[in-house]
């Protein structure tokens, strides 16, 4: 008999979804809690595994599923699950990092240019129609990126190729602050390790790449950003709540950094109403660190790589728990 497959977001592969309908008893809910909950609710109690990203699953979900054995995360990062409880039953976890490094690296270099050279400002100026002379004025100038240098805190996979593109696409130097010495990565980029303040107060590009856990969550706050300079850029691609956007956007009002980039935030989708958007030096985007469709292919087949594997009794390469 085939186990159950609980699907809980979509899955960026025809071919593996056929794949994954052929070997296992499939149900497909794209909206978990919401017009698909009672399928839901009904799938987790038969469900032997499960497949998908975004979807909090806590302890009084997780109590739902009693025939559960392995959770298969189309992401990398896996705040969203109830970790204690799953080592207390003894539920595998795995998830899908190496798929979403580069791609995620890109969205961030992305991120750093537009802010730096101020171009959701520009391009919404040219279709306001207020570019009525040649020259525009120097007060829309952006910065410089080439030649800065760049501050990565969490120099993970993410963060070592975001620092790659930097040093050598770029020409800039990298400092990184981190629980460990990266040797390895110190020698390829000349990189150098510092405290967290010292990188505060000294880089130019100010990149946050850590994952979110209870020693991260509001890392950078009111003090952290007094520690910036004026002419500091900081940029997010981590987890929202890494984040206090509340000191966020006091710091950007008073202009005590030039500006800031995010990828990511505390409540997502981000309300239109909140005060971050009323802020012109602050270029957000919806959180689009893996959305490409190479990149989500390739998550979902590493995802239904872990899944076979941990159904078959070996040890899935992504392996969380």
Known sequence: MKPNLLIFSRVSSEHVLAELNNLYHVTYC???????????????????????ASLKLDRKLLERAPRLKVIASVSAGYDNYDLAYLRERGIGLTNTPDAVTETTADTAFLLLMMTARRALEMADWVRRGQ?????????????????????IIGLGRIGAAIARRGHFGFGMSIVYSGQSNKPALEQELGAQRLELDQLLAQADFI??????????RQLIGAREFAK???????????????????????????????AAG???????????????LRLSRLSA??????????????MARTAAHNLQCALNGQVPPDRVI
Not at 229 to 249: K, Q
Not at 262 to 276: G, T, Y
């Open 285 to 298: 985007l919806p959180h689009i660190g893996s959305a490409t469709v190479e990149a989500r292919a390739l």
């Open 131 to 151: 570019w009525l002379e040649k020259n525009i004025p120097e007060s829309m100038f952006g910065t410089d990126v080439h030649g800065k240098r760049l501050g």
């Open 30 to 52: 794209l909206d978990p809690l919401g017009a698909d909950e009672q399928r839901f609710m009904a799938a987790l109690a038969e469900a032997d595994a499960m497949l998908g």
């Open 207 to 216: 990149c946050v790449c850590v994952p979110l856990s209870d020693n991260t």
């Open 262 to 276: 995010l990828d990511v935030f505390a409540q997502e989708p981000l309300p239109a109403d909140s005060p971050l």
């Open 228 to 258: 910036m300079g004026p002419h500091s850029i900081f940029l997010n691609v981590s987890r929202g709540p890494v984040v206090d956007e509340t000191a966020l956007i006091e710091v950007l009002q008073r202009g005590g950094i030039r």
